[in-house]
């Protein structure tokens, strides 16, 4: 069974900056891609970044030059470097990897 452990939420004023980080254990395929969606308040799921098994990544709009994607193979971990936070940003940050998702971590933005 495959789990997958989000952490580095939190409060950050705007302009500010966090690193989100997604710890898969279990048996995982290394050839899925990974993924971070977050949910803001009173919104639909969206998807902020991906990143294949060779490294290619995809980037939502809103996020582009601001959120940075990186996977880490050999430790099963994949993370979300957010800097120039905005309030817009608020919202729980879930990893995905194949059909499993992690619980969500919560990142908040004052402005």
């Known amino acids: 069974q495959v789990q997958l452990v989000e952490s580095g939420g939190g409060l950050v004023q705007a302009g500010g900056s966090l690193r989100l980080s997604c710890v898969a254990s279990?048996?995982?395929?290394?050839?899925?891609?990974r993924a971070w969606f977050r949910q803001g308040p009173g919104k639909q799921r969206e998807l902020v970044a991906s990143?294949?098994?060779?490294?290619?990544?995809f980037y939502v709009d809103s996020v582009k030059g601001r959120f940075t994607i990186s996977r880490d193979n050999a430790k099963n971990t994949v993370y979300l470097q957010m800097t120039s936070l905005i309030p817009e940003d608020t919202a729980v940050y879930y990893c995905?990897?194949?059909?499993?998702w992690g619980q969500g971590t919560q990142v908040t933005v004052s402005s």
């Open positions: 995905q990897a194949g059909p499993n």
């Open positions: 279990g048996s995982i395929s290394r050839i899925y891609g």
């Open positions: 990143i294949t098994s060779t490294g290619s990544t």
